[in-house]
Each structure stands twice: as C-alpha cells, then as structure tokens.
C-alpha cells in the first residue's frame, strides 16, 4: 500500500505536484495518466524515494520513504540506466546484486519468453528491445510495489503485446501494487483497474475503468479528454 | 494478439458475450473446462479482476460453475443452453430492428425486406 498525504512539490517556482492525497492498494493496477510534463514521473519518482516533497508525506507499507525505500519498491524508468558495455546477461547479475529480492531464474524465463539474446550488449539493443529488458529487470523483483513509468513508450504494437502478456504473466496479483504512468492510454486500458487523471500538477479525477464504461459509457481515452478539457475551460488553478 | 474492445460496453461483459457465442456456436461444449482467470488474462490482454468478474457474472446467470479447485466449467444443463441461443437470437433482432425503424421502416417493410434478403441469400447458395 503505498499513501501520498498532502504532497506538493517545486522545481524552483512552479509546482510540479500540488496538495496531491490518495492511497494505491495492492491487487490492483493503476493507471496514472496526463500529458507530457503534467507531473506523473515526479510522482513516481517520489514514490520511490528519488526526489523528495516540499510539502506532505509519503508512506509505503506504513513507512516514511527515503532512499532505503528501494527494497520494497521495483522501479521501472523511462530513461535508459543501463551501462552500455554490458550484456543483457551482466545486466542480470549486476542487478541481483542490487535487489536482494531479484529472482534469477525469474529473470531467465523472461527473457526466454520476450525473445532477449543473454549475450548481445545493450548498445547491441534495438529500443524495442531495451524495452524489454528494463521490464524483465523490473519483473523479477519480488517487489510489493511496482512502478513503470512509460514502459510502452515509442515500441511497435507487437512488442507492446508481448510485454503486456509478460506483465500478466508475473504480476503477483495478491500482493503487488502496480502503477503504470503513461499517456498512451487507448492501448493499455484493459490492463488497468483505476485511473487516476493528473495535470498541470493536480490530481484532477480518479475513476474505475469498467465503472466509467457501465455508468457513463465512456472509454479512459473519452473520459480523460473530457476532463482535461473541462479544466482548460474552467482553469486547473484553483487555489 | 490482444484483443480490441469496444468503447462503451464495459469489457467484461464483451468477454462473455465472446465466450456466450462461442458456446452457441459449438466451438465450446457443456461440461467443458474454461481457461483459469489468469490464463484468460493473458489470451485477451485483460486485467484478471475484470476476468473475475466475467466468470462471477457468468456463474451467476447460471451459465458457468466453479467447481472448488478444478476450474470453471460450462454448465451440463441443456436447458439452461438453450435459453442462453434464444436470448442471443433476441438480442440480435432486437438491435436489427431498433436501427431498422430508427431509419424509418415499418415492420411489414422489416418483414418484407428480410424475406427478400433471405431468398437472395438461398439463391446464391
């Protein structure tokens, strides 16, 4: 479970995250949706114990994040963190040495099942291919929280499939708590419970996937447009 | 390959229609074992609450049983099949004749126009 209470947080004068509260709960899937630059990475980031908040808390199982956060929680970024010389093979092992709770075999079975090369460098890696490798990492934590920022961003349909089977797959539904930041929507709104809509730093709306299709027949896509149109009319800054 | 859904009809409920035709069709028999909720997951690309869901709600039209660590099965009552093609035949004309007479036709001219079709249809045959 991870909690936000009152979490604002600046880059020098502009607010990147404004007075943001909610709670995650494990089992589900969320989506955190919103524009380039609405502040979605940063709250991830957070999260994770990599920037901290100006203002408010944040808990993950009960506990105050700091850096030390990073045992319990699986962090996929969307920059590319990898050092170039390794192979996919060392980028393996590199990372059981970080994360206790990294799963080689786990590892290897992803691998094997996104068709990955154990030998190739990853300046060898096609970006559909990196890709994939940051989610194999991210996979084979026994993590109870998992975040992917982006995870889908600038790969074909076919990769994006492949890793949407993978994460299916390996997702301990029991226990983990996963949020997916991302603004392609369409293509990942049967994955997703609830979706959280964030821009210009508010967190403007929360909404069940399946209720806003039974109660107002409206696709994320449909609902998220609506909303961020609303408040470009009536001005997301109420302060 | 995941599948597409529509935007409006909330996907569990799109899952079971699939699986309801399927089951109309033939293509899956009565007392025959469904995929478990993650496997189905998987096949369609769909979160596994939402696959939950699509078998709570099948179960609770009777469709479906859930046997107690075997799996999920189509039910061995015919009857209740049978009603299961008979509603799936009258959803269909339902929705025929809604955007027929959304178009302005009478129900002699629905009658007429689908008897023609038909005919056309045997003569190609």
Redesign the interface.
């Known amino acids: 479970m991870i909690e936000l209470r009152n979490v604002s947080k600046k880059y020098g004068k502009d607010f990147t995250l404004k007075d943001v509260s909610i709670s995650f709960h494990p089992?589900?899937?969320y989506g955190l949706l919103g524009p380039n630059g609405s502040g979605k990475s940063t709250t991830l980031k957070m999260i994770c114990g990599l920037v901290y908040p100006n203002k408010g808390e944040i808990y993950v199982d009960g506990e105050n994040v700091n850096r030390g956060i990073s045992r319990k929680v699986a962090y996929l970024t969307e920059l590319d963190m990898f050092y170039e010389p390794f192979t996919v093979e060392h980028m393996i092992e590199f990372y059981a040495t970080q994360f206790p709770d990294f799963d080689i075999r786990k590892a290897n079975i992803l691998v094997k099942d996104l068709k990955l090369d154990l030998t190739k460098k990853v300046k060898q890696l096609s970006k559909g291919n990196r890709g994939r490798l940051k989610l194999v990492l991210a996979l084979s934590r026994k993590a109870p929280i998992l975040l992917l920022d982006e995870p889908f961003s600038g790969l074909d349909p076919m990769v994006r499939?492949s890793m949407?089977?993978s994460l299916?797959?390996y997702i301990d539904?029991e226990k983990q708590t996963v949020i997916i930041a991302t603004h392609e929507i369409d293509e990942i709104?049967?994955?997703?419970?609830e979706v959280l809509a964030i821009y210009n730093g508010n967190l403007i709306d929360i909404q069940n996937?399946?209720t806003l299709?039974?109660e107002y027949?409206?696709?994320v896509?449909?609902w998220f447009k609506n909303i961020v149109e609303e408040n470009e009319i009536y001005g997301g800054e109420k302060e | 390959m995941t599948e597409e859904f529509q935007t409006s009809k909330p996907i569990y409920m799109q899952i079971a229609e699939r699986i309801f035709q399927q089951i109309v069709r033939g293509e899956m028999a009565s007392g025959e074992k469904l995929a478990s909720v993650r496997e189905m997951a998987i096949q369609t690309g769909v979160n596994p609450n939402t696959i939950q869901r699509t078998y709570s709600e099948m179960e609770r039209m009777g469709i479906v049983e859930t046997r107690r660590g075997q799996g999920t099965f189509v039910t061995e009552n015919k009857e209740i099949l049978a009603e299961l093609k008979i509603r799936l035949q009258t959803d269909i004309i339902e929705s025929f004749v809604k955007n027929m007479k959304d178009i302005g036709f009478s129900k002699d001219e629905i009658v007429r126009g689908l008897q023609d079709y038909l005919s056309g249809c045997d003569n190609h045959d």
């Open positions: 089992g589900k899937i499939d949407v089977k299916l797959s539904f709104e049967p994955l997703l419970d996937v399946e299709r039974e027949g409206l696709s896509l449909r």
